[in-house]
């Protein structure tokens, strides 16, 4: 069955980063986008972007870009999301989901959480 | 961007209740429109995309209508699993948004 694993949570200071990794399996990971997405402690998702796994292309909303990095190891199914200049508004659950393609979510991975504090 | 408004915010229903979930983008978006299920502490589940196209393994007593700006989510019968936030989703254009969710809880 399809599986997406994602890392611990990760504590982390102001201005500091964090990578959140998400690795796969039960289906060919070069197949399908991997969406990236947030949820702020009683907040609705928020969408961040997508990678192409096949070919490492990226979208990024406009707010995230220059600080959220999307990568994949496609010899190890796994995706990975990187965000720098962290404040407390970045603390969030965060979420690697398997698009159908570039605009449909198929599959969230179980979250991490990231807490940004002093 | 896409602004999407979810109604009620929050109801109270019983087992055995038919429930409906409206909602509205603030433009046209087609019938680009999902639907996820979350319970508390838990991951999003999605159920329903192309505002009516159930996934696989989603009972059918999940069920999505409309198109254009206005959009249902209707549970037909509801049981003690389906109590949880419902939120919409719309994919006509980027960056996707979401509402901010219906609140199912038990009366």
């Known amino acids: 069955q399809v599986q997406l694993i994602q890392s611990g949570a990760e504590v982390r200071k102001p201005g500091a980063s964090v990578e959140v990794s998400c690795k796969t399996s039960?289906?060919?990971?070069?197949?399908?986008?991997m969406h990236w997405l947030r949820q702020a402690p009683g907040h609705g998702p928020e969408w961040m972007g997508w990678?192409?796994?096949?070919?490492?292309?990226?979208h990024l909303v406009k707010q995230f870009q220059g600080r959220v990095t999307m990568t994949r190891d496609t010899s190890i199914s796994t995706a990975y999301m990187q965000l720098s200049s962290l404040t407390s508004d970045d603390t969030a659950v965060y979420y690697c989901?398997?698009?159908?393609?570039?605009?449909?979510?198929?599959?969230w991975g179980q979250g991490t959480l990231v807490s940004v504090s002093a | 961007d896409i602004q999407m408004t979810q109604s009620p915010s929050s109801l109270s229903a019983s087992v055995g209740d038919r429930v409906t979930i409206t909602c509205r983008a603030s433009?046209?978006?087609?019938?680009?429109l999902a639907w996820f299920q979350q319970k508390p502490g838990k991951a999003p589940r999605s159920l329903i995309y192309g505002a009516s196209t159930l996934l696989s393994g989603v009972p059918s007593k999940f069920s999505g209508s409309g198109s254009g700006t206005d959009f249902t989510l209707t549970i037909s019968s509801l049981q003690p699993e389906d109590f949880a936030t419902y939120f919409c989703q719309q994919y006509k254009s980027y960056p996707l948004t979401f509402g901010a969710g219906t609140k199912v809880e038990i009366k």
């Open positions: 989901t398997r698009g159908m393609d570039n605009w449909i979510i198929l599959q």
């Open positions: 990678i192409n796994p096949r070919n490492g292309d990226t």
């Open positions: 039960g289906y060919t990971f070069t197949d399908h986008y």
């Open positions: 433009q046209g978006i087609n019938n680009y």
